[in-house]
């Protein structure tokens, strides 16, 4: 098995989760890959090979959802959302979405999320989190 196939699900199923779109999470995989690739020797040993790949695909993927409206729709009959906390956490608006699946999923620190970020510092990052978790709290309540 080589480093893509350990490696590719993982980051396609982070671009899902962030995009809500097949079909975009499928095309920034790829690119994501493509960028690995051409910048290899970028790497630092020091850092663990993961690390650095997820990091540099949570940039492209929010370079592309910054591209896009605010307002996106996703296929509410995705197999994904069997799972009432999945649909729970594609409900929520962009910027929670992603600063929730960074943090509570991906293992993100506050610090590391608001350097993602051009226009949020760290408070805003929390703020964002805590509204998110109550949306989220009141979503599988209901």
Sequence with gaps: MDLCEITIRNIYTLCFRLT????DASEITKNIFSNVWETINNYNPEETFSVWLKNIAVRDILVFLHSRPSIYEFDKQHSLYNDLDE????????DERIVFILHDLEGYS???I?????DKNIDEVISIIIDA???LIKAVIL
């Design 20 to 23: 809500l779109s097949e079909k």
């Design 133 to 135: 978790r109550q949306k």
């Design 114 to 118: 608001s350097t993602f970020f051009f």
């Design 87 to 94: 649909f729970a956490i594609a409900s929520l608006e962009k």
């Design 110 to 112: 506050y610090k590391e």
